[in-house]
């Protein structure tokens, strides 16, 4: 077995260190969340096994799971006798659009990944899918979470004598799985997840088999598509409507799935457990198309929405969402209301890397870049603004004051999820406690904050009860909703041994 071609390590080894630098530093500057106020995702993940345009059908995948991770995209297949491997900063567009990149990619079986970095800098050895060479053959592997136990788990393998290539945690599982001594592969891949703590769902490609993976407690997504007879694993079900994918079912909670030459191989070697999916999916990070956990991501924002208005409802003349994330909300807040819909806010969708400049007089407009007022729609009324959530706050008292300068008369701020109290050490990038503004001060000292005429978050029960439930059951709450509760859904083995604890696991300082 050969090692995978990797042209893009190569491009990279190419470049001085100053000119990789500013690659680097573009690369961020082109985020239009200048502030770090916002959530943000870790990764998506997509596999297809049989098909001869694998590679093709992969790279429109991560196109459509591209909101999941902005910073890098890879690909690697197998054409029957050599793994081949595409990694890129950036977006996939940028990355995977042009023949010549996606004919260095050949073969029947191909996994993707679009990151956002959550463990380890933005740097291309972290970039996945991972791939090492392992006694019975190549192993690639692409992860959408983030291990709890990841950094102990490091520190052991290197004692062990491990050699680590990346920052990333997901290299752990790569060494688990070569250390093994299992004669089976998929033995091998099972002894290496009893090993870990944490979310994931992973995708993984050996010479044979495409292999899908998703942790006890299913907080990470994953799940099964069939396009013309052929198996396809991702995060997310909008990346089988983008290849015209038929939808099969979930991946279950702690299950293994292989395919290979013989068919489906269905593994569950862990105990059952009461599922506990990551609620923010619904709140924030899947595609309003998508379908999580047989809802419709789309209609569960509306009830959420619909949810708000029952429980805090001023005396305003139009309903205005925050672009993009709070938009179905807000139609469920209007629709339950009665109070006219309005776009009284405009999202550029093309914010680039150009027009963001690092200093401080620009950044103080960065707001007005990606969101722009519309007068028309506000002046010399009483609005409600509706966002899905609220992280550090800089953003939401942008917005407000600019609602203001635009002529609205009252500006109400309502958001569409219980206020965020917790980090999370699951793949969410949270501020630690400090750095989240509900954790920190008052309704009322928020609301003064971000310049609202009144403030108001969605209850947790309400929550639960637009998702169907009565409310929220302390001793079996069917959500990982630790970043409004505390209640964490796994151990946290690492943070136990990190103080303070840290925001992520930053394997970086480990490594270096």
Known sequence: MQTPSDHADQMDLDLGPIELQDRLEDLDLRHPDIDGDTLREECGVFGIFGHSEAAAITALGLHALQHRGQEAAGIVSFDGSRFHSERRLGLVGDAF???????????????????????????????????????????????????????????????????????????????????????????????????????????????????????????????????????????????????????????????????????????????????????????????????????????????????????????????????????????????????????????????????????????????RMKHSANRAAIEGKRIILIDDSLVRGTTSKKIVRMMRDAGAREVHFRLASPPILYPDYYGIDLPDRGGLLAATHSIEEMRDIIGADSLAFLSIDGMYRAMGYPGRDPANPKFADHCFTGTYPTHLTDQSDVEPAPRQLSLLAEAS
């Open 97 to 367: 659009s042009r023949r010549e990149v996606i004919e260095r990619l050949p073969g029947n079986a191909a996994v993707g990944h679009v990151r956002y970095s959550t463990t380890g800098g933005t740097i291309l050895r972290n970039v996945q899918p991972l791939f090492a060479e392992l006694s019975a053959g190549g192993f690639a592997v692409g992860h959408n979470g983030n291990l709890t136990n990841g950094l102990t788990l490091r520190r052991e393998l290197v004692k062990g004598g491990a050699m680590m290539q990346s920052t990333t945690d997901t290299e752990v599982i790569l060494h688990l799985v070569a250390q093994s001594k299992r004669a089976r592969f998929v033995d091998r891949f099972i002894e290496a997840l009893r090993m870990i703590e944490g979310a994931y769902a992973l995708v993984a490609l050996t010479n044979k088999k495409l292999i899908g993976a998703r942790d006890p407690l299913g907080i990470r997504p994953l799940v099964l598509g069939d396009l013309d007879g052929r198996p396809i694993l991702t995060s997310e079900t909008c990346a089988l409507d983008m290849i015209g994918a038929r939808y099969v079912r979930d991946i279950e909670p702690g299950e293994i799935i292989v395919f290979d030459e013989h068919g489906a191989h269905s593994h569950k070697p862990f105990p059952p457990k009461s599922p506990r999916p990551c609620i923010f999916e619904y709140i924030y990070f899947a595609r309003p198309d998508s379908i999580v956990g047989g809802r419709s991501v789309y209609d569960v924002r509306k009830a959420f929405g619909a949810q708000l208005a029952r429980e805090s409802h001023p005396d305003v003349d139009v309903v205005v969402p925050v672009p993009d994330s709070g938009v179905p909300a807000a139609v469920g807040y209007s629709q339950f209301s009665g109070v006219p819909f309005e776009l009284g806010i405009i999202r550029n969708h093309y914010v680039g890397r150009t027009f963001i400049q690092p200093t401080q007089s620009v950044r103080e407009l960065g707001v």
